[in-house]
C-alpha cells in the first residue's frame, strides 16, 4: 500500500504497518511498507535512489567455519581455513587470509614472523630478472630475504645466491627492495642461465621473508 498524502502517525500504523516487523520507508514519492523480512536476513541498502531489501548475507557462507570479510566492493565469503592456520590480516586494501602460526621469539624477546611467496613463472634460461610482489605496507619491518629457486625437474632446489663450485662467483640474488616488489636477478651465463631453468608455467621457487611483528 502506497500512502498518498501524509495521514497521522496511528493511520500509517493501521493500514500501512500491516505485520509485525514491517517497517516504513520512503518510496518513490511517498512513504511505503517493506514487510517483515525472512528470518536472518539482513537489511541492506542499495544506494540513493533504489529501496533497501532483505537479503540472505550468510548465505554466502556455504561451510561451517566460514566468515565474510569486506572485499574490493561488497562483502565477500572467505573460506574456513585449513586446520592450525590463524587469520592474518595483510594490511588496508588487501583480502584476509589463513596462514600458520609461524611467529618466533629471538633471544631478546623480539616477535617475528617468515611470509612464503611463491616466485611465479621465471624462464631463467631467456629471462635475468623478476619481480615479486611482497604484499608489506612498511618494508622497514623486514629483516631477511631468502630466495629458493627449483630446477625444472623439481628434484633440486638451489640459493639464488649460491655460489659456483669452480669460480666462486655468486650466481644470483636480490638486486633491490622497492615499496611493492623484490627485484631477483641471476647471473648472466651463471648456473642458472641455463635450459634445465626454463619450463614455461613452473613456479620457479619460494621467497622467505623474516620480519617485525
Known amino acids: ?3 498518498s498524502q501524509a495521514p497521522s502517525l496511528d493511520i500509517m500504523k493501521a493500514s500501512v504497518l500491516s505485520a509485525h516487523g514491517d517497517i516504513l520507508i520512503r518510496g518513490a514519492a511517498v512513504p511505503e ?3 517483515a523480512g525472512t ?5 541492506n541498502t542499495k544506494g540513493a535512489g533504489a529501496d533497501p531489501v532483505w537479503e540472505d ?3 554466502i557462507m556455504t561451510t561451517r567455519g566460514d566468515i565474510i570479510q569486506r572485499g574490493a566492493v561488497i562483502p565477500e565469503r572467505l573460506a574456513a581455513g585449513i586446520m592450525d592456520k590463524m587469520l592474518v590480516s595483510n594490511g588496508p586494501g588487501a583480502n584476509l587470509t589463513w596462514e600458520y602460526n609461524n611467529m618466533f621469539m629471538d633471544i631478546n624477546n623480539v616477535a617475528y614472523r617468515i611470509k612464503i611467496l611463491d616466485i611465479g613463472v621465471w624462464n631463467m634460461n631467456n629471462t635475468d630478472v623478476k619481480d615479486v610482489v611482497h ?3 612498511d618494508i622497514r619491518t623486514i629483516l631477511n630475504i631468502t630466495v629458493m629457486i627449483y630446477h625444472d625437474s623439481t628434484s633440486f632446489m638451489y640459493p639464488l645466491n649460491c655460489v659456483s663450485a669452480g669460480t666462486g662467483d655468486v650466481q644470483g640474488g636480490i638486486v ?5 616488489e623484490i627485484n631477483l636477478t641471476r647471473k648472466v651465463g651463471g648456473y642458472f642461465h641455463d635450459p634445465a631453468f626454463n619450463d614455461p608455467v613452473m613456479n ?7 620480519y617485525l611483528m
Open 1 to 3: 500500500m502506497r500512502i
Open 33 to 35: 511498507r517493506l514487510g
Open 39 to 43: 528470518t536472518g536476513y539482513s537489511l
Open 57 to 59: 548475507i550468510l548465505g
Open 135 to 137: 604484499g608489506f605496507g
Open 176 to 180: 633491490a627492495l622497492n615499496v611493492t
Open 204 to 210: 620457479r621457487g619460494k621467497v622467505f621473508i623474516t
